[in-house]
């Protein structure tokens, strides 16, 4: 049987629409609009195009953005200074900064700086181990979303084997994690790993995070894997594929994701129910 495609396409729709009732609702009762700020310092043409893809998801559903685009010559102090004033507002409910910064401003100082209870990338040192620690908080927008397709598509975690390509802090680590908590077996695999396919064909279940377009190859992968394609890689044509070719793993795959319209789209709509999450403990009584 060829591989279902788990759409993150039509996923996001189904969870976007509920989302935009349950703002309706709240709004409905007389509570103000959930509050999404966007920071975004220089012209980086993906930034800006991830952070215009942002906007538009907000509005979708009714949650307000605001998008403080700052030039690249900002200072750390200047950009530090915003962070604790949008920390200190209570009509603001989630708080990104959109990266990559430019050089001379701190990621790190930055993240440190968003107040946890607004950090909805999960990105703060705070919330990173908290969920290490399996304890409440915001969890990072594309594992938390693969977790979302995977049950979305009624696949059984527990028990299985899950093999991650890629240990980055954004989402190999926190997939793995969240695999983990979901009671999953789970082997992190880098560029440092040997016989990466013959670990890759232990896998029940296969996340790809490495951003090497169509790294993963069919024979990488053992019959019925559940294949997770999370690279987004721009093509010579200027076309996107995935760390997976996609098209020889139809046949073997019970179920896969494509790219586009597979993890990238769970990652924004997981942005924006992490904003609602906050502002639900927050304001709805
Ligand atoms: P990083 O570059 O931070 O990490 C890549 C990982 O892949 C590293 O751990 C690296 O190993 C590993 N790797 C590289 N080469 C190999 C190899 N030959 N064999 C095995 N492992 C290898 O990337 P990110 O995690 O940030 O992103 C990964 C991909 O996912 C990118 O294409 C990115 O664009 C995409 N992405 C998509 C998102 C979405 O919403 N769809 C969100 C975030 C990312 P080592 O640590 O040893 O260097």
Do not use: W
């Not at 906007?55 to 559903?61: D, H, L, S």
């Not at 959109?98 to 990105?123: A, R």
């Not at 190859?217 to 200027?238: F, Y």
């Amino acid at each position: 049987m060829p591989a279902q495609v788990i759409s993150g396409k039509i996923l996001s729709k189904e969870m976007r629409e509920k989302m935009a009732n349950e703002v309706l609702e709240y709004q409905s009762k007389g509570y103000r609009l959930p509050h999404l700020v966007v920071i975004l310092v220089g012209d980086n043409p993906a930034s800006k195009s991830y952070v215009s893809g942002k906007e538009k998801a907000c509005m979708e559903i009714g949650i307000k953005s605001t998008i403080i685009r700052l030039e690249e010559s900002t200072t750390e102090e200047e950009v530090l200074a915003l962070v604790n004033k949008i920390n200190l507002d209570d009509d603001i409910d989630g708080l990104l900064v959109q990266l990559p910064l430019p050089k001379h401003i701190s990621e790190d100082k930055v993240i440190n700086t968003i107040s946890i209870d607004k950090d909805v990338d999960g990105f703060h040192p705070l919330n990173v181990a908290k969920l290490h620690l399996g304890e409440e908080c915001l969890k990072p927008c594309t594992p938390k979303g693969i977790i979302t397709m995977l049950k979305s598509a009624n696949i059984e975690i527990s028990g299985k084997e899950a093999v991650v390509v890629g240990r980055s802090n954004i989402v190999g680590k926190p997939v793995a994690q969240l695999l983990l908590d979901n009671n999953a077996t789970v082997t992190i695999c880098h560029s440092r790993t040997k016989d990466l396919k013959e670990v890759c064909r232990r896998a029940d279940i296969l996340v790809a995070a490495i951003g090497k377009p169509r790294f993963i190859t069919s024979d990488m992968i053992k019959e019925g894997a559940v294949v997770i394609d999370v690279g987004v890689n721009r093509l010579e044509n200027g076309k996107l594929c995935g760390d997976v070719c996609y098209d020889d793993m139809l046949d073997i795959a019970s179920y896969i994701t494509p790219v586009p319209g597979g993890v990238g789209p769970m990652t924004i709509t997981t942005l924006l129910e992490n904003t609602l999450e906050i502002y639900k403990a927050k304001v709805i009584k």
